[in-house]
């Protein structure tokens, strides 16, 4: 069984498949994180767009992604940035984003204090 982190991590990747469209995961990785009042995970995921649409699909990504709300389970996406860049013919990617566990089932489920 996967946990919390990963599956903030999961559900962050399977929310991008339809605005991206295919892509090749470089890099993605998750930490914990937490401030005086929440926990959660900081997520950074490298992705490599191609094909002729490539570039028209990270600016659908870019645009969609900045008003998203994206299922998490047991939390939420507080924060979410995308930057592009080309690398010939490839349109790379870099997306972070802050998951925070939901304080309410964090408090009733002592577990969910770890999700991210």
Request: net charge neutral; proline share 5%.
């Amino acid at each position: 069984m996967r946990g919390p982190i990963e599956q903030s991590q999961a559900a962050l990747v399977r929310a991008l498949i339809p605005i991206a469209g295919p892509f090749a995961p470089w890099s993605i990785k998750s930490r914990r994180w937490a401030s005086a009042t929440f926990e959660g995970a900081r997520h950074r995921l490298v992705l490599a767009l191609e094909g002729a649409d490539a570039r028209a699909r990270a600016d659908r990504v870019r645009a969609e992604l900045a008003d998203a709300e994206i299922a998490i389970r047991g939390g939420f996406v507080a924060d979410i940035g995308v930057e592009a860049r080309l690398e010939g013919e490839t349109v790379v990617l870099a997306i972070e984003a802050l998951t925070i566990a939901d304080p309410i089932e964090a408090a009733v489920n002592p577990a969910a204090r770890r999700a991210g």
